[in-house]
Nanobody, 123 residues
């Protein structure tokens, strides 16, 4: 069973940047579609970004398009989320998720989840 661990959350001022990392425990990670989701207090978990197993296909929520970039390094079993021009509305716990086959923007499609990392953006 794949285990996912997120790193890189923290406190940042509005307009700043952070890079989240998600490390997977298995080499089969390279065949998994991966996604990033987030959940703010009192809100539903929402899709942020996804990436295909090869990294060739990516997709973003409208709210982060142009500010966030998802990427992966299959040699390191790691997926990244580079976040720039951060806003207070980006404050949430960020989760990475993995699934066999293609990536998805639907959280219910994912079998594997990390524990989450807190991102707080101050105004």
């Amino acid at each position: 069973q794949v285990q996912l661990v997120e790193f890189g959350g923290g406190l940042v001022q509005a307009g700043g940047s952070l890079r989240l990392s998600c490390a997977a425990s298995e080499r089969t990670f390279s065949s998994y579609g991966m996604g990033w989701f987030r959940q703010a207090p009192g809100k539903e978990r929402e899709f942020v970004a996804r990436i295909s197993w090869s990294g060739a296909v990516t997709n973003y929520a409208d709210s982060v398009k142009g500010r966030f970039t998802i990427s992966r390094d299959n040699a390191k079993n790691t997926v990244y989320l580079q976040m720039s021009s951060l806003k207070p509305d980006d404050t949430a716990v960020y989760y990475c998720a993995g699934k066999t086959g293609g990536s998805s923007s639907n959280a219910d499609d994912y079998s594997y989840w990390g524990q989450g990392t807190q991102v707080t953006v101050s105004s």
